[in-house]
């Protein structure tokens, strides 16, 4: 479980494609810190950390996730946003995360306003039960929240901490961004579907 608050901000050094599968090697700030088989949120997607070397950790995943995500797009040089799970004796800043990352969405606009920034995103109409006005949002990891919601879209708010500290600052129009809808909309949504 994480809590879409990002940590640091890491790099792809190192893809490498082996049947289905895709191996990304990180450096970040956070990379020495990290020990094997602890699950770390790479833009929003949970990963396992299968090796460590010098100030990099090296991930893999499936099909199913890079069917799902953006990871399958990922290039060298690319920024990740990073988050260790969640620490249970603590405040919880953003919301619950759990890193199983439902679609992607599209950046349809960008615009700057003076000091904050806003982003409007196209998601797949099938989830529009799953996102409502003021409601939070998994956006690349990122705990927001979502306003001026139709059928599939929505605008979030960007304020200059965040902006600096994660990898929104490089989503132009068209850039492709991993979502996770609210786990407790998911269920409720669930239960009102039952026979």
Not at 48 to 53: G, H, K, N, R, S
Not at 133 to 149: A, D, M, P, Q, W
Request: hydrophobic share 35%; glycine share 6%.
């Amino acid at each position: 479980m994480f809590t879409g608050i990002i940590e640091t901000i890491g790099r792809v050094e190192e893809i490498i494609a082996t049947g289905t599968n895709k191996t990304f090697w990180i450096s970040s700030p956070l990379s020495h810190e990290l020990k094997v088989d602890q699950s770390i949120s790479h833009n929003g997607v949970c990963l396992t950390v299968e090796a460590l070397q010098d100030s990099r950790h090296r991930v893999t995943a499936i099909a199913e996730t890079l069917q799902k995500s953006n990871l399958d797009h990922w290039q060298k040089g690319d920024l990740v946003n990073l988050e260790r799970c969640m620490i249970m004796n603590g405040r919880l800043d953003g919301h619950i995360v759990q890193g199983h990352v439902d679609t992607t969405a599209t950046c349809i606009q960008r615009k700057e306003l003076n000091g904050s920034w806003e982003f409007r995103f196209r998601f797949p109409e099938q989830f529009t039960n799953l996102v409502i006005e003021k409601g939070s949002i998994s956006l690349n990891g990122i705990s927001l929240t979502i306003f001026n919601v139709s059928a599939n879209e929505f605008t979030v708010a960007i304020i200059p901490y965040t902006f600096e500290h994660t990898n929104i600052q490089n989503i132009q129009t068209d850039t492709t961004v991993n979502l996770e809808f609210d786990m407790v909309g998911k269920y409720v949504n669930r239960f009102l579907q039952r026979d």
